[in-house]
């Protein structure tokens, strides 16, 4: 893993590599595939001892929205042992934002 370790209390400091991966555990209950591999997950930024999460909807009307913005939150929250935050960004979803091949077993794209 990609951790950092502090000498001084042994406590292995997150990236945002970790954080993704963690992320990967939150699912979109509708299209049944994590957040970070529907490209969700637009960036992940460490300072100091906070969070900053920005992360996009696959509509802007989707109605797991609010959960899946809190399970986000919470995630990145509990792995990192930091105080996370979610913001949205502004970017429109497209199928094109998913990691590669994350979209063939749709038999959409």
Partial sequence: MNNKTNSKNKQVTPTSETVRDALR??????LEMNVVELGLIREVVLENDKLLITMILTTP????GPALIESVRETASTHSNMTASVEMGTEMWTPEMMEEGAGGDWGLF
């Fill in 25 to 30: 555990t939150v699912m979109d209950p509708e």
């Fill in 61 to 64: 009307f989707c109605p797991y």
